[in-house]
């Protein structure tokens, strides 16, 4: 009797032992991806977490062969807007909890080595033989949801369901197909052939799986791809096939291929690994493929003369480029010198206006002499206004700085005779004034605005400060005076000033590399004008 209850204790001991080791672990957890984490059995092995895809950035894939029950929590940072957040459980692919909102009440606080979160147990969920998916997403941001699976099932060997290989036809396009191929398919092609195309079964995790071919003479790798196409093609279940395109020209030769189809998983990265290498090829599908290139075969003659064909083609089709690019060219210099000459004609009619509004300005500056009985100003006046006219009248569209500011000298000595004012005209010392030149009577109409609008009214009180400098590689002409100012932005009547930008418009239009900019800035303590020469010097 007494041994007869030693060994019923003895049972019940060992009993308790295994369901023991048999029990979730809750004091070891791992990454379950995204928000999640994972405790399993105490006795699980082989336990592959939080893998990551490339063609599928928001899932990440738990695969635990091994493994009865896990339990998952979902954790939060202490800053963030845990009610947003709602997340949803399938089994296998069967929604048993939609749009579960989170209670911050519900959440307890987890002290890890280098922060502090807030947890929430999702609940312990059996795994053996099932898929559980857990979906999250917040409600600010509904589209970006990351998806955690749980997979208890054993992965399944990859089947190709089909081999197709396209060619062209008189009307298009056809296809040859192989049926649920065998392990050594032969596969014949041919120049009218283009590609090839591996149609796989359908799986629950598709995005798992990535396929190579290798040349198995040489052992390298010619083709790999980790995505899936969709489209086409559906099985009996009405639910598209996945399959991979690949272009002839990858086989350079005939011989054997290999088509490798397996999990893109690092067998070597998990908690207490048992996968032997015999265990880890089960989960491949291996596929050999004997590739015969037919080749056509030309005689000597036929290749002298499909080689003479090719030659005078390329020679014709030289030809014709040639003739049509002279042609283009020879169009464009006739539009550009055309523009150019139009652009000269606009230039000389707004030199033929500027020539006698000068001469009317000054002329009515004489009579106003004459009639305040000034004879000896008029006379000073009358003598350099023959010289400055026979510059101005001088059909010369560019002149050099030194002569335009004899031009500017004469004008201003003019101007001063009638109005009392001060002027200066100061120059870089590494502007070499007689080899630079310039459009002609470039600055004689805004300094002629100047002296009408802005200094007539403060006679011997005006000045104007006209200077010639240089930077870097630009020509900077600035006029400056110290009249009462004007509306920059506002649309004035002056005739000088309005052909003159007329004529810096044009001017840009044949200089085309070397514009010129205008620049006025204005206010009570008077007006500055800045022509800059890009690139003049």
């Known amino acids: 009797?007494?041994?007869?209850?030693?060994?019923?204790?003895?049972?019940?001991?060992?009993?308790?032992?295994?369901?023991?080791?048999?029990?979730?672990?809750?004091?070891?957890?791992?990454?379950?991806?995204?928000?999640?984490?994972?405790?399993?059995?105490?006795?699980?092995?082989?336990?592959?977490?939080?893998?990551?895809?490339?063609?599928?950035?928001?899932?990440?894939?738990?695969?635990?062969?091994?493994?009865?029950?896990?339990?998952?929590?979902?954790?939060?940072?202490?800053?963030?807007?845990?009610?947003?957040?709602?997340?949803?459980?399938?089994?296998?692919?069967?929604?048993?909890?939609?749009?579960?909102?989170?209670?911050?009440?519900?959440?307890?606080?987890?002290?890890?080595?280098?922060?502090?979160?807030?947890?929430?147990?999702?609940?312990?969920?059996?795994?053996?033989?099932?898929?559980?998916?857990?979906?999250?997403?917040?409600?600010?941001?509904?589209?970006?949801?990351?998806?955690?699976?749980?997979?208890?099932?054993?992965?399944?060997?990859?089947?190709?369901?089909?081999?197709?290989?396209?060619?062209?036809?008189?009307?298009?396009?056809?296809?040859?197909?192989?049926?649920?191929?065998?392990?050594?398919?032969?596969?014949?092609?041919?120049?009218?052939?283009?590609?090839?195309?591996?149609?796989?079964?359908?799986?629950?995790?598709d995005y798992l799986y990535y396929t190579t071919i290798k040349d198995k003479q040489t052992g390298q790798i010619i083709f790999e791809s980790k995505l899936w196409e969709y489209g086409g093609t559906v099985d009996e279940n009405d639910k598209f096939m996945p399959y991979v395109r690949l272009d002839k020209s990858i086989f350079k030769k005939s011989g054997d291929y290999e088509i490798s189809i397996q999990p893109l998983i690092d067998w070597k990265k998990c908690f207490d690994c048992k996968m032997s290498a015999k265990d880890i090829e089960e989960y491949t599908a291996r596929y050999t493929l004997s590739i015969a290139l037919e080749q056509v075969n030309y005689t000597k003659k036929e290749l002298l003369r499909?080689?003479?064909?090719?030659?005078?083609?390329?020679?014709?089709?030289?030809?014709?480029?040639?003739?049509?690019?002279?042609?283009?060219?020879?169009?464009?210099?006739?539009?550009?010198?055309?523009?150019?000459?139009?652009?000269?004609?606009?230039?000389?009619?707004?030199?033929?206006?500027?020539?006698?509004?000068?001469?009317?300005?000054?002329?009515?500056?004489?009579?106003?002499?004459?009639?305040?009985?000034?004879?000896?100003?008029?006379?000073q006046y009358l003598a350099k206004f023959a010289r400055l006219t026979r510059t101005v009248l001088d059909d010369k569209e560019r002149i050099s700085l030194s002569q335009e500011e004899k031009l500017l000298h004469d004008y201003l000595q003019m101007e001063q005779l009638r109005f009392g004012f001060t002027y200066k005209i100061t120059h870089a010392e590494s502007l070499d004034l007689t080899n630079i030149e310039i459009p002609s009577m470039l600055l004689q109409p805004f300094v002629e605005n100047a002296v009408k609008h802005a200094l007539a009214a403060k006679a011997g009180a005006g000045k104007i400060l006209i200077s010639f400098l240089q930077e870097g590689h630009d020509l900077l002409l600035s006029i400056k005076d110290n009249g009462h100012g004007f509306d920059v932005a506002k649309q004035h009547t002056g005739l000088g000033l309005q052909l003159s930008r007329h004529r810096i418009a044009l001017l840009n239009s044949i200089y085309k590399e070397n514009h010129i900019t205008l620049g006025m800035v204005s206010n009570s303590d008077g007006t500055k004008i800045n022509i800059t020469l890009k690139d003049w010097l």
Request: charged fraction near 25%.
């Open 1 to 205: 009797m007494k041994r007869s209850l030693l060994t019923i204790l003895s049972l019940l001991t060992m009993l308790i032992a295994v369901n023991a080791q048999r029990g979730i672990n809750y004091n070891h957890s791992y990454a379950g991806g995204g928000r999640l984490l994972m405790r399993v059995d105490s006795a699980a092995k082989n336990v592959y977490y939080a893998l990551m895809f490339p063609n599928q950035p928001k899932t990440a894939l738990n695969y635990l062969p091994e493994v009865d029950s896990i339990n998952l929590q979902i954790y939060f940072k202490l800053d963030e807007p845990v009610e947003s957040y709602r997340y949803s459980v399938l089994v296998d692919n069967k929604p048993i909890l939609v749009n579960k909102s989170i209670e911050k009440g519900e959440l307890k606080t987890v002290n890890r080595p280098d922060e502090v979160l807030l947890a929430k147990t999702l609940g312990d969920f059996p795994v053996k033989d099932k898929i559980i998916s857990i979906l999250i997403y917040s409600v600010e941001n509904p589209e970006n949801i990351w998806k955690s699976v749980f997979y208890g099932k054993r992965i399944p060997k990859a089947v190709i369901k089909a081999l197709s290989k396209r060619f062209a036809t008189y009307k298009g396009v056809d296809y040859d197909r192989i049926l649920n191929p065998e392990e050594n398919i032969k596969l014949s092609i041919t120049e009218k052939d283009e590609q090839l195309t591996i149609l796989k079964d359908v799986s629950e995790i």
């Open 306 to 379: 499909y080689t003479l064909m090719a030659a005078l083609l390329v020679g014709f089709a030289f030809f014709l480029l040639l003739y049509f690019n002279k042609k283009a060219n020879k169009k464009k210099l006739a539009q550009k010198e055309q523009q150019e000459n139009i652009a000269k004609l606009q230039l000389s009619s707004i030199r033929s206006q500027l020539n006698p509004h000068f001469l009317f300005n000054a002329l009515a500056g004489i009579q106003n002499l004459m009639n305040k009985n000034e004879v000896d100003h008029a006379n």
